[in-house]
């Protein structure tokens, strides 16, 4: 078998993303390559929630629709999930609570009734069924019971009883082989985020919760001790984005992350870190609106949000990374760019990168460009604003001696005093937009543009973030290139142009409704041929955008 | 040194008359009196929102972040806990601290976060030239109420009492000495601080005579009692024609923020191994 995917769902509160976890890690012990879809509801308790664990003999970034195994901890995943069944789908289901077993390869359990007897709560159903599923694709319980006792920090014993119950009671339906192939690390594109920004040097990290970037929170929280950050999470993401600028005048580097209804709360600080040039860097975890939309599921409708929120016209940088690699590498150069340029960035995620489960390799990241920031060579007398030929003034952080460090939200003069003088004003927003430039020039010694090349040279999937896994799929199978910026503020328009030679047919595929990267990449001239567009707020699977390449291309 | 150092080259604009040069020349003198004392001014980081009072940090040489309306407190908050060796005062209008920017205030409060905030409390937006602010008098006419502002005004010291600052005063513009006295104290006070400074305005709220006749200094007054700050605090709500008492309500040395927050500033970690680990971990 070289590939396995399975659902597990059940309601929410069921501890399906748990599960999610502990499955994943079980495959990815045996060599697979993983990735995990999640799909819950904005609620706490009751509803539908599932995640489908796709474990591959190569790398993979999206989730499949026809899977090979459904876990059913209630009657309602069947129900829900009935066209998802393969032909000859496995499924185990508790028994309890489902008496009509659907025309599958069944294998029911009383799963209540085993918890009883083993005087487990219940809420270790799905522990119960996973030690089943384990019996069920002929993996020894040593593996499960290794990751178990990794991924519970409680009720470690009384879950291993459970989940044996569960493997005893099962019978062997395949047997998914080991592969020798080293196991990588399987992290969340929300944690490669959160490490990445760690490696850019990242000091303090402040933040208001909201889906999909609370969990880089949590898990900043969590190992704040481990890399000495400050992790604030203050009362609105005014006060976020305001605390971290602060922090970034007194030299500390800070970064903020929320969605899109959180970043418009933000824009004022945007600005005023364009105006006083203070860095920043700004995670925005895309999600469906307008407004609360659907606040557990993905879109990518913010990206002519971050290109042009803020009053008034300054230098930002803005990535979108497409898998973990990608997410660790391009959070830490945002870091070092907006401390380069003093400028911010913002890494446009969204909730399937956020928080779909990928493997991390980190030997496959490039190394980090050295990029450090214009530090004042203590000779000349301190100017906060001094005008360079780059734009960069130098920088200094109170308190130095004799010295006066002044940043100011108004037009100013090199000093940092108000001005509202037409010359100076000139001056002054010359220097600030200067800095694109040399951005733009640094960024040519990376690869900022994807290209993955196909047998057909003529067609080309275009694609941005979280896409980049299920294009790389369809592309691969298809034979057709998929071309992936990665850089999309300043434009990488020479790479992106060295890409596209030879394409005669551009299809773009991105998750909104009115084509986002597509209208970009229109302002410069170069037009798209036909538009895959998905905006249910779920994520493009393998055979949907099969299906949806094929009938453009015929 | 003398006070004098402590201007700059930028060209004065407040009104002539205008409250802001009591508040500009105490703070210039009590930032001349801790540099005597040995903190080195390098470590006084201003910072200021927007409106008239904002123009402070363009005149006085020191440090400062010229931030933007309603947002004067999470800047300071951000520069306290980046580097807690700096002493930061915040100064911020009445509009701009209590009205845009109220809910920062509560916060910081709360946490008795280790700042200073200075509030030029003239009850006028003066910068947009005239409308009733979170503490004019019900009635009042400005640009905006034309008719009389149809809402009581907020009483900010005993919000902020409420809401957990450890130090809180009064002081009126025309009374540099005690502004001077208060500001020395607020500053060497360990949380936080809150002074509401009846601002006079000369051009758009003109409320001089009315604070001469009705301002009078706290005296034999317990600072250590809530209770005791919070009735004297309620004496005049702001819209009454009542006594206005002035000086320090309210003093309480507890925890404060950043002492609370242990994590950060830990030296000679080592990121890259660091991460290692956590990527082993999540193997």
Redesign the interface.
Known sequence: MDEISILIGGKAGFGIDRSGAVLGHLLNKLGYRIYIYRDYPSLIRGGHTFSIIRASKTRIAVHNDKVDFVLALNKETLDLHKDKLKKDCMCIYDSDQTTIPPNVCCLGLPLSKFLKEENGPEIMRNTCIIGALTKAIGIDFSVLESVLKKEFTKDVELNLKVAKRGFNEAKELIRIEPLKQESFPLLTGNQAIALGLIKGGLNAYISYPMTPSSPILHYLANIADDFGLDVIHPESEIGVILMALGYAYAGRKAAVGTSGGGFCLMTEGLSLSGMAELPIVIVLGQRPGPSTGLPTYSSQTDLHFALNAGQGEFVRFIVAPGDAEEAYYWSAISMNMSWKYQIPSIILSDKDMGEGVFNFDLKTVSQLPEEKPYMWDRKSPYKRYLVAENGVSPLAFPPVKNEIIKVNSYEHDEFGITTEEPGETIKMQEKRLRKEKFLSEDLESIETVNLYEGQNKDIALLCWGSNKGVCLEIGKKLGVKVIQPIVLNPFPIKQFQQALSGVKRLISVENNATAQLTRLVNNYGISVYEKILKYDGRPFSVEELEKKVKEVIV | MTTQDLG???KNTWCPGCGNFAILNSIKAVLKSIQEEGM?L??V?L?SG?GCHA?I??YV????????HG?VT??????????P??KVIGFAGDGDAYGEGI??L??AAKRNINITMIIHNNRVYGLTTGQYTPTSPLGFKGRSTPKGSIEPPINPLELMLASGATFLARGFSHGIEQLKKIFEEAINHKGFALIDILQVCVTFYNMYEYYDKRTYELKEHNTGDYFEALNKIREWNYHDDSKIPLGVFYKKETTTFEER?S?????G?N??S??????????
């Open positions: 700059t080259y930028a080195p390098e470590n980081v910072v927007i123009k940090v363009d040489n020191a440090n400062s972040f010229y931030s933007i947002r999470p800047v300071a908050e951000g520069i306290k806990l980046a580097n060796n700096l809910e920062h509560i916060f927050l994590t950060s500033k830990k030296e970690i990121i890259d660091n991460i290692e680990k956590v990527l082993a971990d999540a193997t």
